[in-house]
């Protein structure tokens, strides 16, 4: 196999994070490499160099196949750019389309439209009862919602910050219920404490789910009243920076570089 | 024609010129000698007991810079920097140069008389002549604006109005009109030779008023007339020191006296309070005030420009800093036995040998120590010092202080800074960045300390400023490291508000902490903590160089160290001028270019800007005491700068921010965004970073 970078994207002061693989050579079968890695995502440089300065291209596998967007592989490509050459990069072109995305320091960050909130809606009993949780534990303030770029995480807000820390969902009902996977998640101030379950697309529990946090700034947008222009996600071992402006929304964090496997 | 000017008539010879006592008899010029020598003394006198009263003040350095004084003295002759209002400076030009011009006339005929050699004959004479006229028509000229300026225009500032200004105006013109109609008296008795004709103001007189009159009349009328002129003129000498005329002779002196051997920013040091046992702290006798700010009261022209800018005054407050200079004078005067300036109410008792019997303390603690005032006083009064003064004397021997002020005191007192936050959480708002703190004991490895401030350490809105900074710092490769909790408040707050020692007890620990860590070079967003690490910490032996975020910036935009972003393109921004960058220290320009220096925005200013900014009022620990009375200092100037229509309003100051920000949310005006400049560049990067850039995007 080729030699390829081991990150961990979303980290708190070089702890924890989202590990992430990054080859920069080309790779004969890019879906059995990511398969055989079996990081949630692996990323593949440079398919189709483009001749414009900070613009790279870049494909992203997961262990099942490659999906068009994701928020963490973006991120830590973007950053590995700047270490590696030293040019920052200022766009990523995956077949999503082309992505705002860059360094500051030992973070990097990526930059996206707002996606749509909205469209299939979900029946709530199914969603808690794949969770295995209360309805009561939900809060009334905000209501279940699909939102995302293409594929739609779906969004179960809760109460209280620990009964998502506690969750325990039936991983088959939840295949059943959800488009991409269910996001739980309880806020306290602009601190969001979340989980990710997603075992239709193979993940039965993402540690850093950067897309999805994108999202739920939109779908807050939408829905909440005191809708925050900034957010902090701490997602199981991640912590997310989240932020949104007239010119979209910003999610990002630190990144570390564990060293060169092969 | 003033005075001598007009005595003489056309010379027996027929030559072109006059006798400087023509028509006089030999009697009335010796009185003339001998009245004009008593008046002097007189004059002479009276200044003299006012000399005594301001060497009642104490020590006061004013010696030195010799070139400066000589500069600003004739800066004062000249009136520069009361050319500084366009129509108060024609008046007051067409005045002035008009009486000078006529009193060195007279001087010049005077010496023209005693000399043996005559100068003032042929074509010399009738250029002589015909200036004096101009000089004259120039002075009542002036004398009627200046009459419509106070009496039918009445423009704010000159709200105070009193018989003393009538008896000037009247003297004046007194002078001035006497004068043409005794040169006319005096053309007629030489039968109006045909070169007189250049007198043409006293030609036209005499012909108009006297020409019908049988010669001997005209000879009487001229003696009378001359005696009248000689008589004005020996009342302008006596009202010279007794009114504020006076300020002829003092402001030019003040102006000398400006320069000073501290920075404008520092306040007037005092000894090491924690070693010395003190009697007395601050002003509150005569004798507590220094020669100079004593000195001050008698060059007041009381023209109330230093209350026109003032934004205690500007918005209610008892405060009127024309009155603290006036009060100040008149408890000197009234303790020290000279006439009080003549406008005193007479009725006016003291209620105690002290300043306080004219002063209340509502109007000492209403001062934000703006510097407003003694930046736009023409003749360079130092009245900010006063009132600071007078606030140490209230603070540390009467503890007559807002309670407001007495909880901050208790949070500087036991945790450091006026917020009454945990030291140990100094250094929370770095998190994220891996800004270096210096531990305890160690040294600065770094080339900078940044000096965050209390502001930026604790408030929630500004450690946005702290973390935009730092950010930027880092951005363009700026080495810097931050004490962390070990930086304690720089104590602009208690100094500002009279209280000295704690000022001290906290200084000295910096003081200590700093040399110890081999502090050079200090970076520091607050205007305040700059202000007092320049100009006040090397009273005590604390001498960095410090420099200001918005110098900084600019100097690391204009090396290309830092582009600024253009994700504020299209935006209008106000800039609000920091009275502690501004004023204390002269810092204008460096804000303004860093905020052009950001890619696509409009650039706008407010009517008060620079030397005339209104202060937000949070200033001289105003930020720590509660607003009472009037209309609020930050509303009022939120409000001015709302009507340019801004989308952001630009500030340079920790407290600015808050005062501002508050002002806008009061006004309901969410959609204007308050930032800092280090907050406008990390906006304009828009980078991402949590907790830097704009508060809601933007
Ligand atoms: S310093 Fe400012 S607030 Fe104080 S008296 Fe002067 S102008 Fe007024
Ligand atoms: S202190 Fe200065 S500005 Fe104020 S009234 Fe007197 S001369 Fe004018």
Known sequence: MASWYDLRVFCTEGLGGNPLAVFTEPVEDMRATAAAIGYSETVFLGGEPSSRAGVRTARIFTPEGEIPFAGHPIVGA???????????????????????????????????????????????????????????????????????????????????????????????????????????????????????????????????????????MAYLARFSRRSPSELTVNQTECRIDVSMNERGIVIGGEVVLDGVRS | ??????????????????????????????????????????????????????????????????????????????????????????MHSLLYYG????????????????????????????????????????????????????????????????????????????????????????????????????????????????????????????????????????????????????????????????KRE??????????????????????????????????????????????????????????????????????????????????????????????????????????????????????GIEILDKILDMRRYLSLMESDFPTELGVAYKNLENSSNPWGMGQQSRAEWAEGLDVKVIEPGEPLESEYLYWVGCAGSFDDRNRRVARSTALLLKHAGVDFSILGPSELCTGDPARRSGNEYLFQMLAFQNIETLNEAGVKKVITHCPHCFNVMTNEYPQYGGEYEVIHHSELLQHLIDEGRLTPGDALAGKRIVLHDSCYLGRHNDIYEPPRKVVASIGGVQVLEMDRNRTKSFCCGAGGARMWMEER?????????????????????????????????DGAKERGRDDVKVGDLSMLIAASLDTGVQGVGLPGGG
Request: proline content about 6%; charged content about 20%.
């Open chain 1, 78 to 216: 973007a950053w590995l750019f700047e270490e590696l050459a030293g040019n920052p990069v200022n766009r990523l072109v995956v077949p999503y389309g082309e992505i705002e995305a860059w360094r500051v320091g030992d973070r990097a960050y990526l930059r996206s439209e707002p996606p749509e909130v909205g469209g299939a809606s979900d029946d709530p009993f199914s969603v808690v009862e794949a969770l295995r949780a209360d309805p009561a534990d939900l809060t009334p303030r905000l209501p279940i919602a699909r939102c995302g770029h293409g594929a739609r995480w779906t969004f179960v807000p809760f109460a209280e910050p620990q009964r998502v820390l506690e969750l325990e969902p039936d991983f088959d009902m939840v295949k059943g219920v959800a488009e991409v996977g269910l996001y739980c998640f309880a806020m306290r101030g602009d601190e969001v404490t979340s989980r990710c379950f997603a075992p239709s697309v193979g993940i039965a529990e993402d540690p850093g789910t950067g897309s999805a946090a994108l999202a739920l």
């Open chain 2, 1 to 90: 024609m003033l005075l001598a000017a007009t005595n003489a008539a056309g010379s027996a010879s027929g030559e072109v010129s006059r006798e400087t006592f023509g028509n006089i008899p030999y009697g009335l010029e010796i009185l003339f000698y001998v009245l004009a020598a008593g008046f002097v003394g007189l004059t002479a006198y009276l200044f003299t007991i006012r000399f005594l009263n301001w060497k009642r003040g104490g020590a006061d350095d004013r010696s030195g810079y010799v070139a400066e004084r000589a500069r600003e003295f004739s800066r004062g002759m000249f009136m520069k920097t009361l050319l500084l209002d366009k129509r108060a400076g024609v």
């Open chain 2, 99 to 258: 009486f000078m011009v006529l009193f060195i006339g007279t001087i010049t005929l005077e010496i023209n008389n005693v000399s043996p050699v005559k100068f003032l004959v042929g074509n010399t004479y009738l250029a002589y002549s015909f200036i004096l006229e101009i000089a004259g028509l120039a002075l009542i000229a002036g004398l009627i604006l200046a009459a419509a300026r106070r009496y039918v225009l009445k423009p704010y500032r000159l709200g105070k109005t009193s018989p003393e200004d009538a008896l000037i105006l009247i003297t004046l013109l007194a002078i001035a009109v006497s004068g043409f109609l005794a040169e006319g008296a005096r053309i007629a008795v030489a039968g109006f030779p045909n070169f007189e004709r250049w007198s043409f103001v006293g030609w036209a007189t005499g012909k108009l008023l006297f020409s019908w009159m049988p010669h001997d009349g005209v000879v009487g009328v001229h003696r009378a007339l001359w005696l009248l002129h000689f008589a004005t003129f020996l009342l302008f000498l006596a009202i010279l020191p007794i009114t504020k005329v006076r300020h002829a002779i003092t402001s030019p002196i003040n102006l000398a006296l400006h």
């Open chain 2, 262 to 379: 501290r920075p404008k920013g520092a306040m007037r040091p005092m000894p090491n309070l924690m070693e010395e046992e003190v009697e007395t702290i601050g002003a509150s006798a005569i004798e507590d005030f220094t020669w100079k700010q004593l000195y001050d009261t008698d060059a007041c022209t009381v023209c109330g420009r230093c209350t026109s800018v003032c934004p205690a005054n500007g918005t209610g407050k008892p405060l009127d800093p024309r009155e603290i200079v006036l009060k100040v004078g008149e408890v000197m005067a009234r303790t020290g036995g000279v006439a009080t300036p003549v406008m005193v109410d007479q009725e006016i008792t003291l209620t105690a040998d002290t300043v306080f019997g004219r002063v209340s303390s509502d109007e000492v603690w209403s001062c934000t120590s703006c510097k407003a005032c003694d930046e736009n006083c023409p003749v």
């Open chain 2, 629 to 661: 009375m009037g209309k609020k200092i930050n509303v009022e100037r939120t409000d001015e700068a709302l009507g340019t229509e801004p989308d952001i309003i630009a500030v340079a100051c920790p407290f600015c921010l808050v005062m501002l920000d």
